[in-house]
Nanobody, 128 residues
């Protein structure tokens, strides 16, 4: 069973930074796109950032573009989300997600149903 384990969440003041990590148990995930999603209380889970299998293509939700950066280290089977200039509205549980279809695919995947595996999530709280 593939496992995705997030870490790096916490409490930070507005304007601060956090770096999330997502460790994947299967090295074959280096062949597939990965993404970060978030879910705030009372809201639906939403796409935050995505990255293709090699790390050469990244894409972001409008609300985080220019502040967040997704990256991956396939040798370590880990995906990262660097979050800068954090705002209170960024408060949410952040989860990483991975696909298990179409290896070496450079397409963009923005929807939860397009991902096959999910981590348990890590809480990010931004105080004003």
């Amino acid at each position: 069973q593939v496992q995705l384990v997030e870490s790096g969440g916490g409490l930070v003041q507005a304007g601060g930074s956090l770096r999330l990590s997502c460790a994947v148990s299967e090295r074959t995930f280096s062949r597939y796109p990965m993404a970060w999603f978030r879910q705030a209380p009372g809201k639906e889970r939403e796409f935050v950032a995505g990255i293709n299998w090699s790390g050469s293509n990244t894409y972001y939700a409008h609300s985080v573009k220019g502040r967040f950066a997704i990256s991956r280290d396939n040798a370590k089977s880990t995906v990262y989300l660097q979050m800068d200039s954090l705002k209170p509205e960024d408060t949410a549980v952040y989860s990483c997600a991975g696909r298990n279809n179409s290896p070496y695919d450079d397409s963009y995947y923005l929807n939860t149903y397009e991902y096959d595996y999910w981590g348990q999530g890590t809480q990010v709280t931004v105080s004003s």
